[in-house]
Each structure stands twice: as C-alpha cells, then as structure tokens.
C-alpha cells in the first residue's frame, strides 16, 4: 500500500494505467476502494487514474483537524505535488465534489476539468436535523439501529442503505462498503467513524463552507460537468450550482440515488468519458 507522508500526515493512494492524469475523490464514510475495484479500471484504459483515502478515512491518519473542504483540498494539492502532477482532470463523489470544488476555486491551474457526482456543498446545502430525525426512526424500524450515531453529515449513505433495505430486503452491495466485522461483530469503518466524530474536530468542520461560498463557485471558469441521480437528496446543491456556474454541463440520471457510482459504475464512466472526449 503505497504511502507519502504530506501536510503532517501520512496518506493512503494508489494508481493504475496510463495517460493524462485523472483523480477520484470519495465521499464521507467510503475511502478508495468506492473507486478502485470498479469505476477506477474502467477508466485506467485512458488515463492515468490516482486514488486516495481522504484525512481520517481508510488508511490514512487521523489528525485532530483538518476536515473543512479547503483544508482536505490542500491535502490533495499536496499529494499532486508529491507525485509530480502537474494538471489533472479532478472527479469528486458527495463531499469528495466538495473537496474538489474547492480544489478548482484555490488552485485553477492544477485542473483540466471539474467533474461532480453527486455532489455535497455545505455552503449549498445545509443538513436539517428534522430530516435526520426522521431518518433515526427509518434506521430503527430497518433493523439498522447501530448507525444512527453516525454524523448527519453520513446522511447520504444512510438513506440509500434504508432504501435498499425497505425495497429489496437487503442492501449487501452498500453493507460492503461498511468492511469485515471484527471479532465483537462490530464494523471497522463504523469504527473509524466514532473516531473521527468523538476523537477530532470533523462534526464542525465537514459542514463548514469557509473559502466555499458563492462568490468562490461563481469565480470557477474550469471546464465543469455535473452528475446526479434523480432520487437524490442533493439535487438542491446541483440546482444552485446551475444557477452560480452557466457554463456547467448536467446530467441527471433517472432510477438512481445518491451512491449510483457504486451500484452502476458502467454509466458513470460513460458519461465521464462523454465529457472528457470534449476536453
């Protein structure tokens, strides 16, 4: 497992092919292996594809702080630097769209293009409690009880793994992104998530919009391409990026929530490709 030691912190990558330079960034509660085992070899016949567990996910470190946007888009600006990338085409899912978007309103120059899939913008969106209060009752009566600590920020998973379960019975395909069950049956990433939200400073930090408003959205001239699913809970964040960003391109996909990337990762890099082909 390939390691580099950036910002005071030890982070977790890989890449596969060959070709320009093209980056996936997870969301919250997944780490890279959302992209490496199905979209990223899709992709790797054209590109040069780099993976990374974001600060506090998978296996890289947890830090006491850090967990604002800006500060995870640094994080990524820095692994660029460490493996000599210079520009690279960005692609963030949920809030790795965040963190890519903050990518691009930092440092222009270090995209080709801007790629979000089903994105989360705390400054577009704010979480609710009501909804989530809602949702705590959903998890009980799904048999799923054991995840309503997690933070509201986690909501997005939430809701497709109760969907899942209330529609087919089961939700194996999103359990998996939980990982192996110890010994006490207890799952690694749930975890790592009571960690991060008992143990640092990420609970305040995820929803911060700071260096992520309107004016540095607006601002983004990056050839940019909007992805998402039709019964997803962020569409109002794809509707006010419509309204800052003309020029951005959107699609939406109909029958699919908000982890489609996992569940049909063919059509997410069909319609990447279709848009990458133009630039």
């Not at 569409?235 to 489609?260: D, K, V």
């Amino acid at each position: 497992m390939p390691r580099v030691r950036i910002n005071g912190i030890s982070v977790h990558y890989q890449q596969i092919g060959q070709g320009p330079d093209l980056v996936l960034v997870h969301g919250l509660f997944c780490n890279l292996a959302f992209w490496y085992l199905t979209v990223a070899p899709m992709l790797a016949k054209r590109f040069r594809v780099t993976v990374y567990d974001l600060r506090g996910h998978g296996h890289t470190e947890c830090m006491p702080t850090g967990y604002r946007a800006i500060d995870l888009a640094d994080d990524l600006i820095a692994l660029l630097d460490h493996l000599g990338i210079a520009r690279a085409h960005l692609v963030g899912h949920s809030f790795g769209g965040a963190v890519t978007l903050a990518c691009a309103a930092r440092h222009p120059h270090r995209g080709a293009t801007l790629s979000l899939v089903d994105a989360w913008v705390p400054s577009l969106q704010q979480i609710g409690k009501a909804f989530w209060q809602a949702q705590r009752g959903r998890l009980a009566a799904a048999g799923l009880k054991e995840y309503d600590q997690l933070p509201r920020v986690a909501y997005g998973f939430i809701e497709e793994l109760i969907e899942h379960r209330e529609r087919d019975g089961a939700a194996a395909p999103l359990m998996s992104l939980l990982g192996p069950p110890d010994i006490a049956g207890d799952s690694r990433r749930l975890k790592k998530w009571r960690q991060l939200v008992e143990q640092t400073s990420a609970t305040c930090d995820l929803p911060d919009g700071t260096g992520l408003g309107r004016t540095e959205i607006a601002a983004i001239a990056m050839p940019s391409f909007a992805l998402f699913g039709r019964r997803s809970r962020f569409l109002p964040t794809l509707l006010a990026l419509e309204t800052l960003m003309p020029s951005l391109t959107s699609r939406t996909i109909a029958n699919a929530g908000h982890l489609f990337p996992l569940l049909q990762p063919m059509l997410l890099v069909e319609h990447i490709d279709g848009f990458l082909a133009d630039h």
